[in-house]
Nanobody
Framework: QVQLVESGGGLVQAGGSLRLSCVASGRTLSAYAMAWFRQAPGKEREFVVG????????KSADSVKGRFTISMDNAKNTVYLQMNSLKPEDTAIYYC??????????????????WGQGTQVTVSS
């Protein structure tokens, strides 16, 4: 199993930007599809953005299209989530997740076998 640790969360004003990082250890990420999910208080965990194992395909939730971007740096074994034009409704705990042998981008939480501990993102209005 790969171990994942997120960082980069914090408090930001609406319209601002943040970049989250997810550092993997234990195995190389080149064999994994990766994704970011988020969970707001009282809501279910939802898919945000994902990338397949070769980095050739990405997918984004409609709510973040044009604002959030996922990228992968295999040399650093790290996945990033660049978040621009943040809105108060983006406030949530953000989780990084890994799916072994992920040829396609997956948006379903149960497909992912490894999860980070989460990092809080709070967007003030």
């Amino acid at each position: 199993q790969v171990q994942l640790v997120e960082s980069g969360g914090g408090l930001v004003q609406a319209g601002g930007s943040l970049r989250l990082s997810c550092v993997a250890s234990g195995r190389t990420l080149s064999a994994y599809a990766m994704a970011w999910f988020r969970q707001a208080p009282g809501k279910e965990r939802e898919f945000v953005v994902g990338i397949n194992w070769r980095g050739s395909r990405t997918k984004s939730a409609d709510s973040v299209k044009g604002r959030f971007t996922i990228s992968m740096d295999n040399a650093k074994n790290t996945v990033y989530l660049q978040m621009n034009s943040l809105k108060p409704e983006d406030t949530a705990i953000y989780y990084c997740a890994a799916k072994l042998l992920g040829i396609e981008v997956s948006t379903t939480p149960r497909d992912f076998g490894s999860w980070g501990q989460g990092t809080q993102v709070t967007v003030s209005s």
